[in-house]
T-cell receptor, first 117, second 112 residues
Framework: GAVVSQHPSRVICKSGTSVKIECRSL??????MFWYRQFPKKSLMLMAT?????????EQGVEKDKFLINHASLTLSTLTVTSAHPEDSSFYIC?????????????FGPGTRLTVL | EDKVVQSPLSLVVHEGDTVTLNCSYE??????LLWYKQEKKAPTFLFML????IEKKSGRLSSILDKKELSSILNITATQTGDSAIYLC????????????FGKGTKLSVIP
């Protein structure tokens, strides 16, 4: 149980284009979904927290107009990287929780590798 | 299908105890194993293990990888209440691509 999937697993795009990454909870309803970015030193940076049906809460320093997050249903959240630049190349991971608030149990997706040329 | 299993799922200990958390993995094209500590926001990176039998240490925490047994352990000695958290392990795999498969975590509670 508690499986989270991400699609695509890998995407390569040209600079200036937009890319959408999907995060799905397959066998539970995710009240809250989190989006992370992994850096080369393997640390994870929380980008934003989204609760179903409401606007995402972005962490300081994360541009909400550049990283659009939509949590339209209890099983799906999307992250759209708009006007992508090479510095946006990274590994993006989502996690889902069936309870609100951070610090509760989260189930992680397998991640999406974004490469911007 | 890639899989990472952690045990126990939860653990309650007293301050000063030593704990061992387990992580086993079955992934294709294994590359490394990562341990994270999650308290409030983003999981905090602890260790990355790539070679079997070489212990990594950071203060009271240590970890080792056993590629033959497809497993890793995370040890915490002289536990403190601040060690209370969810500990996650993740297997990094993939030949041409990059994938992380997370376990469901072990919730550690350290009581005074």
């Amino acid at each position: 149980g508690a499986v989270v999937s991400q699609h695509p697993s890998r995407v390569i795009c040209k600079s200036g284009t937009s890319v959408k990454i999907e995060c799905r909870s397959l066998d539970f309803q995710a009240t809250t979904m989190f989006w992370y970015r992994q850096f080369p030193k393997k640390s994870l940076m929380l980008m934003a927290t989204s609760n179903e049906g409401s606007k995402a809460t972005y962490e300081q320093g994360v541009e909400k107009d550049k990283f659009l997050i939509n949590h339209a249903s209890l099983t799906l959240s999307t992250l759209t990287v708009t006007s992508a630049h090479p510095e946006d190349s990274s590994f993006y991971i989502c996690s889902a929780s069936s309870r609100t608030g951070q610090g509760n149990e989260q189930f992680f997706g397998p991640g999406t590798r974004l490469t911007v040329l | 299908e890639d899989k990472v299993v952690q045990s126990p799922l939860s653990l309650v200990v007293h301050e000063g105890d030593t704990v061992t958390l387990n992580c086993s993995y079955e992934v294709t094209n294994f590359r490394s194993l990562l341990w994270y500590k999650q308290e409030k926001k983003a999981p905090t990176f602890l260790f990355m293990l790539t070679s079997s039998g070489i212990e990594k240490k950071s203060g009271r925490l240590s970890s080792i990888l056993d590629k033959k047994e497809l497993s890793s352990i995370l040890n915490i000695t002289a536990t403190q209440t601040g060690d209370s958290a969810i500990y996650l392990c993740a297997a990094h795999s993939g030949a041409g691509s990059y994938q992380l498969t997370f376990g469901k975590g072990t919730k550690l509670s350290v009581i005074p």
